[in-house]
């Protein structure tokens, strides 16, 4: 197998050909026997077969996970022990870095220097906070006022948890759902995206080299409409958390009723992004630069509506365009590169198919607005876009765009722009450039979203809870918050007469 883009020399995990899934500690192939391709986005061309799972592979993983949580040797761990195994992750991850940033890097295309710097630490550190939680998930003790009784809580694992992630992050967002799962002692089927199965199945390699018992992580690679649909449907998961878009979350949400299964969502984004006067302009002109083009806009908390106040916006967007015209497009493996392709050719048709709507509706770019030269760039490559004489009206205003591409929106007053910014089915995260204290406060208690940057942008943290308003999800990952989604609560009473 060629791996074409690359002089990728530190993994032989791809010369399995096709990558294999994980049910019950095994590498094994779909029950169908069927394979499908995942590509490097940044060529276009084909990087590896992979095994395509369906609902038979995912009745196979339900029973595996099953198994493991009811019996054998994972309910008999302590929580130190539990932790231990989470901590030696993390280990495994950082020991393989390189191997796992230029796989994640090859697979979505993301510029390397990211996926180095951020997406693999990252995913290191989120198994490491977790490892930390095992053994800290406490119950209470209740003073009733019923004489004699002694009354306690426990917090025990919801059970057997379905997982469907995304592409955007795929190896952050198989930790941000297998850390708190597996700390909380449930057993877990995890779905990665069809685009990028490659970094999750590669993690899987790590779980079974750090001594997770058999069964506790499968991982099953397949489409969303078949894998993924069967295993929000399944009647014996008890559980389902997603993260991706508001549409796909209804349709999860849906397939949970059967068994009433808990679900927790994390779905898309029209994230506003509020510069006022007083705040340090070129600093808040770098932070908007990062709130839209980090990732190539494939973010769900993208700052993708930019308010810029009246009285500096010419100064802003003028800003905003030289620092858009200097950034380099390259392929996800140079160093050198700051924006990277789109993950796909759907992508690519969505995004540019946005920014035909917003020209077609009357909005001017100031910047980029098309592809970049094809011959140099084959993969799905789409220019940084500025979008100027926008109204609050327009499709690219109001829709979820997930590309480079965003809109700079004029306002004058405080009240004004809080509600603007509000008046979105989203709310997902919101920035605010101020050096006003009181303005600060004002904007954080006005905004409808689950998280507030001021003066910084995209900031995560494993300690740090994240979760949408609206129609952005609910339930929260990361922090003490995520504990709530894979626990239970039970109350015990004694009678001590
Ligand atoms: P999806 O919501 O379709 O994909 C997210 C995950 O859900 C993938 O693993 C996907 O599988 C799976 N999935 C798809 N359909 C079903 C289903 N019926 N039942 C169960 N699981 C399913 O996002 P897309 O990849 O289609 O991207 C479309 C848009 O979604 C983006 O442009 C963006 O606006 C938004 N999005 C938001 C993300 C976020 O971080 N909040 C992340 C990604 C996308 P598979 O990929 O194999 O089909």
């Given at each position: 197998?060629?791996?074409?883009?690359?002089?990728?020399t530190?993994?032989?995990?791809?010369?399995?050909?096709?990558?294999?899934?994980?049910?019950?500690?095994?590498?094994?192939?779909?029950?169908?026997?069927?394979?499908?391709?995942?590509?490097?986005?940044?060529?276009?061309?084909?990087?590896?077969?992979v095994?395509?799972?369906?609902?038979?592979?995912?009745?196979?993983?339900?029973?595996?996970?099953?198994?493991?949580?009811?019996?054998?040797?994972?309910?008999?761990?302590?929580?130190?022990?539990?932790?231990?195994?989470?901590?030696?992750?993390?280990?495994?991850?950082?020991?393989?870095?390189?191997?796992?940033?230029?796989?994640?890097?090859?697979?979505?295309?993301?510029?390397?220097?990211?996926?180095?710097?951020?997406?693999?630490?990252?995913?290191?550190d989120?198994?490491?906070?977790?490892?930390?939680?095992?053994?800290?998930?406490?119950?209470?003790?209740?003073?009733?006022?019923?004489?004699?009784m002694?009354?306690?809580?426990?917090?025990?694992?919801?059970?057997?948890?379905?997982?469907?992630?995304?592409?955007?992050?795929?190896?952050?967002?198989?930790?941000?759902?297998?850390?708190?799962?597996?700390?909380c002692?449930?057993?877990?089927?995890?779905?990665?995206?069809?685009?990028?199965?490659?970094?999750?199945?590669?993690?899987?390699?790590?779980?079974?080299?750090?001594?997770?018992?058999?069964?506790?992580?499968?991982?099953?690679?397949?489409?969303?409409?078949?894998?993924?649909?069967?295993?929000?449907?399944?009647?014996?998961?008890?559980?389902?958390?997603?993260?991706?878009?508001?549409?796909?979350?209804?349709?999860?949400?849906?397939a949970?009723v059967?068994?009433?299964?808990?679900?927790?969502?994390?779905?898309?984004?029209k994230?506003?992004?509020?510069?006022?006067?007083?705040?340090?302009?070129?600093?808040?002109?770098?932070?908007?630069?990062?709130?839209i083009?980090?990732?190539?806009?494939?973010?769900?908390?993208?700052?993708?509506?930019?308010?810029?106040?009246?009285?500096?916006?010419?100064?802003v967007?003028?800003?905003?365009?030289?620092?858009?015209?200097?950034?380099?497009?390259?392929?996800?493996?140079?160093?050198?590169?700051?924006?990277?392709?789109?993950?796909?050719?759907?992508?690519?048709?969505?995004?540019?198919?946005?920014?035909?709507t917003?020209?077609?509706?009357?909005?001017?770019?100031?910047?980029?607005?098309?592809?970049?030269?094809?011959e140099?760039?084959?993969?799905?490559?789409?220019?940084?876009?500025?979008?100027?004489n926008?109204?609050?009206?327009?499709?690219?205003?109001?829709?979820?765009?997930?590309?480079?591409?965003?809109?700079?929106?004029?306002?004058?007053?405080?009240?004004?722009?809080?509600?603007?910014?509000?008046?979105?089915?989203?709310?997902?995260?919101?920035?605010?450039?101020?050096?006003?204290?009181?303005?600060?406060?004002?904007?954080?208690?006005?905004?409808?979203?689950?998280?507030?940057?001021?003066?910084?942008?995209?900031?995560?943290?494993?300690?740090?809870?994240?979760?949408?308003?609206?129609?952005?999800?609910?339930?929260?990952?990361?922090?003490?918050?995520?504990?709530?989604?894979?626990?239970?609560?039970?109350?015990?009473?004694?009678?001590?007469?």
């Amino acid at each position: 197998m060629t791996i074409t883009g690359t002089d990728f020399t530190e993994s032989t995990f791809l010369r399995q050909q096709p990558v294999k899934m994980l049910i019950g500690g095994q590498w094994v192939e779909a029950a169908s026997g069927k394979t499908f391709e995942t590509m490097n986005p940044s060529t276009g061309q084909v990087l590896a077969k992979v095994a395509e799972g369906d609902s038979e592979d995912i009745d196979r993983a339900v029973a595996a996970a099953r198994k493991a949580f009811e019996s054998g040797v994972w309910p008999k761990l302590t929580p130190s022990q539990r932790g231990r195994l989470l901590w030696k992750l993390a280990d495994l991850i950082e020991q393989h870095a390189e191997e796992l940033a230029q796989l994640e890097t090859l697979n979505n295309g993301k510029p390397i220097k990211y996926s180095r710097g951020g997406d693999v630490p990252l995913t290191a550190d989120h198994f490491r906070y977790f490892a930390g939680w095992a053994t800290k998930l406490e119950g209470d003790t209740i003073p009733v006022s019923i004489p004699n009784m002694f009354t306690y809580t426990l917090r025990e694992p919801v059970g057997v948890v379905g997982q469907i992630i995304p592409w955007n992050f795929p190896l952050q967002m198989a930790a941000w759902k297998l850390a708190p799962a597996l700390a909380c002692g449930n057993t877990v089927i995890l779905k990665p995206a069809e685009q990028t199965p490659l970094s999750a199945l590669r993690l899987g390699e790590l779980i079974g080299e750090a001594g997770f018992p058999d069964g506790v992580v499968n991982i099953v690679p397949g489409f969303g409409e078949t894998a993924g649909a069967a295993l929000a449907a399944h009647p014996d998961v008890d559980k389902i958390a997603f993260t991706g878009s508001t549409e796909v979350g209804k349709l999860i949400l849906q397939a949970s009723v059967g068994n009433l299964k808990k679900v927790t969502l994390e779905l898309g984004g029209k994230s506003p992004n509020i510069i006022f006067p007083d705040a340090d302009l070129k600093f808040a002109i770098r932070g908007a630069i990062n709130a839209i083009f980090f990732n190539q806009g494939q973010v769900c908390t993208a700052g993708s509506r930019l308010f810029v106040h009246k009285s500096v916006y010419d100064q802003v967007l003028s800003g905003l365009t030289d620092y858009a015209s200097k950034m380099k497009l390259g392929m996800g493996i140079d160093p050198a590169t700051d924006l990277g392709p789109l993950v796909s050719q759907e992508q690519l048709e969505r995004v540019t198919g946005y920014i035909e709507t917003g020209k077609r509706e009357g909005a001017t770019t100031t910047i980029g607005g098309s592809r970049p030269d094809s011959e140099q760039l084959p993969g799905y490559f789409v220019q940084p876009t500025v979008f100027d004489n926008v109204k609050d009206e327009m499709t690219i205003a109001r829709e979820e765009i997930f590309g480079p591409v965003v809109v700079a929106l004029p306002f004058e007053e405080v009240e004004e722009v809080a509600a603007r910014a509000n008046k979105s089915i989203y709310g997902l995260s919101a920035g605010v450039w101020t050096n006003d204290v009181k303005k600060v406060h004002k904007m954080a208690a006005a905004l409808k979203a689950g998280v507030v940057w001021v003066n910084t942008y995209n900031q995560f943290d494993a300690a740090a809870p994240f979760g949408g308003y609206k129609q952005s999800g609910y339930g929260r990952e990361m922090g003490h918050a995520v504990l709530d989604a894979y626990t239970q609560i039970k109350t015990v009473w004694v009678n001590l007469r």
